[in-house]
């Protein structure tokens, strides 16, 4: 059954595949074609693969949901309510398809837009970064991506240079029943700052499909925050693969939160490929009803003196899943690292369901690595402590939830978006408590 | 300050709970009165803390008999929240943490929702925040203290100060003090005996549950009762507490002496 069901899927899904655009430089059309020639040996994941054992997206078998190809017709006015409140770099993805009346790049010397543009001039550098991390072998989903890449966001960081404002990578769903897939890829330079928000949002309800591949290169002292946000309708499929490479002594944060889709999964890979290289990766899942989101991440220390730390927190009520899995490598060589894992779970229904698991392989001697995972409900002396401050019962529930999602929301440095993920958690905590 | 014409804040009559099954207040019989500062003193176990829980409405604990009046209004049937309302405050033993929420949302909070139910004027940010800033300074508190989160990396005596805080905020009739004194150093000790001095006065009252003497020389007590067992096994004035200090509560203890409550 199921297998007849994943055929249907792939037969649909290589037919809907693009035709190859004749203006696409060769190495990209080269990319492409191994891409597509790889779906075909690949299998749609199941319960039965161990990285998916969790999570069964047998749904989306069902769904041979091709890409969109229709231009938008959205105006600023449509979405002016999606933007930072905080001056800011704003590319615009609607469907996959670049907005360019809808983008706002504010910062001089940046090089920053669509794919197909910057292929005129940046061609080698494209070239020497896209597909390079995010590998599609063993992965279907980043498989699919490559295959059908397009369009996407490129944004190129010089030595040096410090971007004063954040970049808003906006992507919108305004289409029912299609494939989107969004791509992008952020090379930043040795020494610089850049700070980069993912943004993922609806603006229709019914069901579709996002696909989206983010790959992130930090050369020698570059620092990044990456900030994911993962907003979709609640009949949303959203499927997920970030990869970052870090060099010598360079920096990456992230925080990601997901409050939305009906299935979704993100898989975060981190690499700490030189000496020194530190990763401070956070996340919040908040989800309730039927919704099911997944999270996996894998931060791999090849080299000495790496320093790694990860809070990933859930919050879950109604008959959501949510799955947790932190994978931590500390490779042989990879003397002196220092590391820490801690994955806390709050459920708040009896029918919500969490799956966490720590997984540590450390092939090397001297290293510090912690890692915790606690579940619970909300303690009933933190309830008893606010209720005798004259807070209701559920007024104590629902600060307790919110706090606990807030002290990972409190770690993004765009006042903006704080507050309105803020607002966003204590919206859904309420609406979780009124019932 | 004893003035027996005061009216009665809290009457506590044959008070009986359990926990889990098991007894742990045998009979409670206590009467404050307004701007009177009673001490409750006995070992680990004599159920001191848990009197204090129970008064303040913790779910935890069962009452099986008796009754408690705050200001003639049978109070064992309101939970936690209407008790504070009503003018309850309980500064606890252990306060909570609560990261991501910082101070100030969470004392505007707690003093806005007393407040509305009090039928008075909410404070919007700026307003509290002029008036938490006067009421720091009673206690001596760096106003570092709004930002950061509810007694998250607080330190012992930051924490007790905390709550000093909370009750100079909402203005209680009955104020019981949980082991405010432990792990507190002596300058804090003065720090937080000097903020509830100047909260106290004729129209509220005070009830300092404490195992030592130490907190008493600073916050004098009107009458001092010992806790033995589950029940008050002798009732007197400050000077009981030195008496314990010198001789141990082995020198009161075992029932050789039933005198319970202060009812004349």
Redesign the interface.
């Known amino acids: 059954m199921n297998t007849v069901a994943s055929h249907d899927y792939l037969t649909s899904l290589l037919q809907s595949l693009p035709k190859k655009p004749t203006d696409s430089v060769s190495w990209l059309k080269q990319l492409r074609a191994e891409a597509i020639d790889q779906i075909g040996k690949q299998k749609f994941p199941s319960l039965r693969d161990e990285e998916w054992r969790f999570t069964d997206i047998s749904p989306l078998t069902k769904l041979p949901y091709r890409p969109s190809l229709t231009v938008s017709d959205l105006q600023l006015t449509d979405i002016d309510h999606l933007f930072l409140e905080e001056p800011s770099n704003r590319l615009v993805f609607v469907n996959g398809h670049y907005a360019p009346q809808l983008s706002n790049i504010i910062d001089a010397n940046l090089i920053i837009g669509n794919l197909p543009v910057l292929m005129a001039d940046h061609s080698s550098s494209i070239q020497m970064h896209l597909g390079q991390y995010a590998q599609y072998q063993d992965n279907f989903f980043t498989t699919q991506n490559t295959a059908f890449l397009q369009d996407g966001a490129f944004i190129s960081i010089a030595r040096n240079t410090s971007v004063p404002s954040p970049i808003h990578l906006l992507n919108i769903a305004t289409q029912p029943e299609v494939t989107n897939y969004m791509r992008c890829l952020l090379v930043a330079d040795t020494g610089s700052d850049v700070t980069l928000i993912e943004d993922y949002v609806s603006l229709q309800e019914s069901a579709y499909i996002t696909n989206a591949v983010t790959e992130i290169s930090l050369a020698p002292n570059a620092q990044a925050r990456h900030y994911r946000v993962q907003r979709e309708n609640k009949n949303a499929f959203h499927l997920a693969n970030c990869t970052v490479a870090l060099a010598h002594a360079s920096r990456y944060q992230s925080v990601n939160v997901a409050l939305g889709a009906q299935i979704s999964r993100l898989n975060l890979d981190v690499r700490l490929n030189d000496e020194a290289a530190e990763c401070c990766i956070d996340g919040l899942t908040l989800i309730t009803d039927n919704q099911l989101s997944d999270t996996h991440t894998c931060i791999d220390h090849l080299k000495p003196n790496g320093n790694s730390q990860q809070q990933h927190k859930c919050i879950i009520d109604g008959s959501a899943h949510a799955v947790f899995n932190g994978k931590i490598m500390v490779r042989p060589q990879a003397q002196q690292t220092n590391s820490s894992q801690s994955s806390r779970n709050l459920l708040l229904s009896s029918q919500a369901h969490i799956d966490t698991k720590p997984q540590l392989e450390i092939f090397a001697d001297d290293v510090k690595c912690a890692h915790g995972a606690t579940v619970g409900q909300l ?4 309830l ?2 606010l ?7 559920n ?2 529930r629902n ?2 939830t ?6 990972i929301i ?1 770690r993004i440095s765009v006042s903006s978006l704080r507050q309105r993920l803020e607002q966003a958690v204590l919206n859904q905590t309420q609406q979780i408590q009124d019932r | 300050m004893i003035n027996k014409n005061s009216k009665t804040i809290l009457d506590v009559r044959e008070l009986h709970a359990n926990i889990h099954g098991t007894e742990i207040l045998k009979g409670i019989n206590l009467t404050v009165r307004s701007g009177e500062i009673h001490a409750i003193m006995g070992l680990n176990g004599s159920g001191k803390s848990t009197l204090a829980k129970v008064l ?5 604990y069962e009452v099986t008999g008796g009754s408690v009046k705050l200001d003639d209004q049978d109070i064992l049937e309101l ?3 209407e ?3 009503a003018g ?3 500064a ?1 033993q252990y ?2 943490e ?4 910082a101070n100030s949302q ?1 004392l505007r ?2 003093y806005n ?2 407040q509305s ?1 009090r039928g008075k004027e909410e404070l919007d940010p700026l307003e509290f925040d002029d008036f938490v800033r006067e009421k720091m300074k009673l206690l001596e508190m760096n106003p570092d203290f709004l930002d950061r989160s509810v007694n998250e990396g607080f330190s012992g005596g930051e924490k007790k100060r905390n709550e000093i805080l ?1 009750m100079a905020l ?1 203005e209680p009739k009955l104020s019981i003090l949980d082991e405010t004194d432990s792990g507190l150093d002596i300058d804090a000790l003065k720090i937080v005996a000097n903020g509830v001095n100047q909260i106290t006065n004729e129209n509220n009252a005070t009830i300092l549950v404490t195992h030592y003497q130490r907190l008493l020389d600073y916050i004098v007590p009107d009458y001092v009762h010992v806790m033995e067992a589950g029940r008050i096994i002798k009732t007197g004035g400050k000077e009981l507490a030195l008496q314990l200090e010198t001789h141990g509560y082995d020198w009161v203890s075992s029932g050789n002496q039933t005198n319970a409550g202060v009812t004349t």
Request: proline fraction near 6%; avoid cysteine; glycine fraction near 8%.
């Open positions: 303690d009933s002396e933190e008893f402590y209720q005798s401050r004259g807070l209701s019962m007024e104590a600060l307790l919110y706090a606990f999602g807030a002290e409190n | 303040a409405g913790h779910s935890d939970v936690p929240e008790r504070a309302r309850v405050f309980l606890f306060p909570i609560i990261p991501g929420v969470f909070l707690a929702t007393v139910q909370q909402l």
